[in-house]
């Protein structure tokens, strides 16, 4: 039996940012992963150049069931720290777009960072050693991985969600939490390309064209709004604007789209007072590719000149432009979703330690947590933020 201070599960982002803080603190520690070798998923990430934060980093930016749990821990561990953090290890990174920002060279850069954090003397980094059993007894939890036995007073739960299975993900940090009591929030996949059946099949045939678009979806105080580009693939749906708006889309509802900024009920009629011989498939083709353009002209059915064209249909036809509604009859699932949506309740966790109310010495943090952020270096940082708040309470 390998004695610890404390013993974290999963050396994925959220992990190895914990135990770099603990083994700063003098803690021992024992890191325990299932996968040959840590970090797997920010290797694979941002196309391997990993986006590592958003300078736009906030609350907002975050879906949970409780919007306000996040606060604290990315109040206090900013896109800055992590910045400087990035700065000290003389990685060079540049801005991308929407505050993303990415390493010059590789995310390799940013796990060997990540490890270079943690004080040699006291963390031990342990591959190859997946975790199938833990008990709580006497104030120590004793864990079985690969056929040895490891204890500590404290023990926290970093092996992430269930997206991307074939790299190994799973439901293993739900299992445990619920063994200790602990609710989960319907995990479901997030950050993922839609799915198109019914009437809106038609629109596969468009398999490869990209546009920019405003996508929206949801209801209330979860409705949302993406201006980013859209690209019709040959299941349906997906770029970024729909991989943001998928994290707010449920089941049986629509998403709506707009596929030209100038576009609304009144748009088409001042184009046919400047324009009186144009018609829309000449418009649409002036805006957007062609296939796209033509796709939607074939649907409207609005084939005369504007001048010949009753004010009434042209504004019935710029309201569709404006807000072109797909009804998705799924996602591609966890195989192809970059995280996942709900997870160890944040109502069964302390927003200032991650750690669980009920079962002391327990923590989560991570993906695991009912904590997901959008689509661009959002999610790395709210992995650096939990496991630093984690660490420094350890
Ligand atoms: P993470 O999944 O990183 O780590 C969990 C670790 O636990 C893994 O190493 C796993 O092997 C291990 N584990 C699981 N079960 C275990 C067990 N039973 N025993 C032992 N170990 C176990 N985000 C972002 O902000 N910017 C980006 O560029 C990208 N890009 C991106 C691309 C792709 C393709 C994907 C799939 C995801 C992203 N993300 C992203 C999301 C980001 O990767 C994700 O949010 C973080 O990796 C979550 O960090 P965690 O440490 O919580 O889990």
């Avoid at 306000?68 to 777009?97: G, P």
């Amino acid at each position: 039996m390998e004695k610890y201070d404390v013993i974290i599960l999963g050396a994925g982002a959220a992990g190895l940012m914990c135990a770099a803080r603990a083994g700063q603190k003098g803690l021992r520690v024992a890191v325990l992963e299932k996968a040959e070798k840590p970090g797997k998923k920010i290797l694979i990430s941002g196309g391997g150049r990993c986006n590592f934060t958003n300078v736009n980093a906030g609350a907002g930016n975050f879906l949970s069931d409780n919007p306000h749990f996040a606060k604290s821990a990315l109040a206090r561990y900013t896109a800055r720290d992590f910045i400087d953090l990035v700065k000290r290890h003389e990685i060079a990174f540049h801005e991308k777009t929407l505050g993303q920002l990415f390493c010059d060279g590789s995310a390799m850069q940013i796990v060997q960072m990540l490890l270079d954090e943690c004080p040699e003397e006291n963390v031990d980094v342990i591959c190859d050693a997946e975790v199938t059993a833990v008990e709580h007894k006497g104030g120590q939890f004793a864990v079985m991985a690969s056929e040895q036995m490891y204890s500590s007073p404290k023990l926290v739960i970093a092996t992430g969600g269930p997206s991307i299975p074939k790299m190994g993900a799973t439901g293993f940090a739900y299992d445990l939490a619920r063994q200790f009591g602990l609710k989960v929030v319907e995990p479901r996949p997030a950050l993922v390309p839609l799915t198109l059946g019914g009437d809106d099949v038609l629109f596969r045939e468009l398999s490869g064209v990209s546009a920019p678009v405003t996508a929206r979806a949801g209801a209330g105080k979860k409705k949302a709004e993406f201006a980013e580009a859209a690209l019709f693939t040959h299941r349906g749906l997906s770029g970024p604007a729909i991989l943001q708006i998928s994290s707010y889309w449920r089941s049986g509802e629509e998403i709506g789209i707009k596929f030209l900024p100038e576009a609304d009920a009144e748009w088409l009629i001042g184009l046919k007072k400047d324009y009186p011989r144009a018609n829309l498939r000449t418009v649409l083709r002036h805006h957007l590719p062609d296939r796209l353009a033509d796709a939607l002209a074939d649907r409207i059915g609005l084939e005369t000149e504007f001048s010949n064209v009753p004010d009434k249909d042209l504004r019935s036809a710029g309201a569709q432009l404006a807000d072109w509604r797909f009804s998705p009859n799924g996602t591609e699932g966890f195989a192809k979703a970059e995280v996942t949506i709900g997870g160890i309740s944040t109502a069964e966790l302390s927003s200032q330690t991650m750690e669980a109310k009920k079962v002391p010495g327990l923590y989560a943090i991570g993906e695991a947590v009912d904590v997901t952020g959008w689509l661009g270096g959002y999610n790395f940082q709210w992995a650096w933020a939990s496991g630093v708040a984690c660490g420094e309470a350890l």
